[in-house]
């Protein structure tokens, strides 16, 4: 690549938006998918964007819609990356985590198990993204912050505490054993004799008598004790803080879950092990494949001529004969696409309108 190019592309991945969409998350990729074409249906629903979406369908979109569909795709593809974000954080240790620390939302648990309380709860992550923003918001919210606070604070901790280990010869299971002695005066005895361990760096420029001598009660063995106590102190509160954060999602999950229709019929469903019936879920491709088969239309016309004599008929009657037709296919198509989701409802207008186009053309 010349010196040119370079500099060009250089400044180009500075623009924004330069980098195309994540694979699956541009509009096209969308709509020929099901379960994605269904819930950005579903955000279009949600915000009246009826229209938008006919035009979509019929292939006739306005100048203004490529600005719209764009601002429709970014809030979506938004909302599919942190309901996966909140998806990869639901571990099997994290929600016992949760529960022990709300007894609500433990109940849950106690009911479904770990497992399939996971497998109810992210099946309707993102869903409830776009239909029950609010909950799902309060989630995320919550998810956000332990991950910040255990990627932060909390790692930071652990990584102090385990540097004054490793810098006076303490392994961690050792000072954790001494934590765990409840008798004060005990652990008080046990810190101080690591605490009189020789520090690493110092044992290097040491012989074998001088390193016998050093921790038998200098300046230095007490700032070691000191680090060793205040450690302790660290560790208790980081504890507390996560027990807390864990606190707080158990709360939400346990809100969302219990507040929320599909949420529940996801937890009765993985209680009986038995699909729970829900609104059918047709994407745009299916949705535009099974509102309208011009083939089965055909098939059904040559069926209803036989069928009249169509043939014999004189013209009044054979007017009558497609009238008829018509207003069958009407009630046929509109029964076909009603209750399947958003984009059969869509579709149902341009049906009609296909099908009346289509009287003149029978013959």
């Known amino acids: ?90 571990t099997k240790e994290n929600i016992i985590d949760f529960a022990r620390n709300h007894p609500e939302f433990e109940k849950i648990i106690n009911l479904l198990g770990p497992e399939k309380a996971i497998k109810a709860i992210q099946g309707q992550l993102r869903e409830i993204s776009i239909t029950d923003e609010s909950r799902f918001n309060g989630i995320l919210s919550a998810m956000e912050t332990l991950d910040s606070y255990k990627k932060g604070e909390y790692k930071t901790v652990n990584d102090e505490v385990e540097k004054i280990c490793k810098d006076n010869n303490i392994s961690p299971q050792e000072y954790l054993a001494v934590l765990a002695i409840e008798d004060p005066i005990e652990k008080d005895k046990k810190l101080r004799e690591l605490a009189s361990r020789v520090p690493s760096e110092l044992r290097k420029t040491m012989n074998w008598l001088s390193r016998g001598m050093v921790g038998k009660g200098g300046t230095f063995n007490e700032d070691v004790l000191r680090g060793l106590q205040s450690s302790e102190n660290s560790l208790e509160n980081s504890i507390a803080q996560l027990d807390l954060l864990h606190q707080d999602i158990g709360a939400v999950l346990f809100y969302s879950v219990s507040g929320n229709d599909n949420m529940r019929n996801a937890l009765a469903g993985e209680l009986t092990n038995e699909k729970v019936q829900e609104e059918p879920k047709s994407g745009f491709k299916e949705a535009k494949k099974e509102a309208f088969d011009e083939a089965e239309f055909e098939e059904e016309w040559e069926n209803k001529k036989r069928y009249t004599n169509y043939e014999r008929l004189s013209d009044a009657e054979r007017e009558h004969v497609k009238q008829t037709f018509i207003d069958d296919a009407h009630t046929y198509y509109m029964k076909k696409n009603s209750g399947k989701g958003f984009w059969h409802n869509v579709l149902i207008t341009l049906t009609e309108t296909l099908i009346n186009s289509k009287k003149d053309k029978l013959n």
């Open 1 to 90: 690549m010349g010196i040119l190019d370079s500099l060009r592309k250089s400044r180009e991945e500075k623009k924004e938006h330069a980098t195309p969409p994540p694979q699956g998350h541009t509009l096209a990729q969308v709509l020929q998918d099901k379960n994605k074409s269904h819930l950005f249906g579903k955000l279009l629903e949600r915000d009246g964007d009826q229209e938008l979406a006919s035009r979509l369908a019929e292939g006739k979109l306005e100048e203004s819609d490529i600005a719209l569909l764009e601002e429709k795709r970014l809030i979506f593809s938004e909302k599919i990356i942190q309901a996966e974000k909140i998806e990869k954080l639901l």
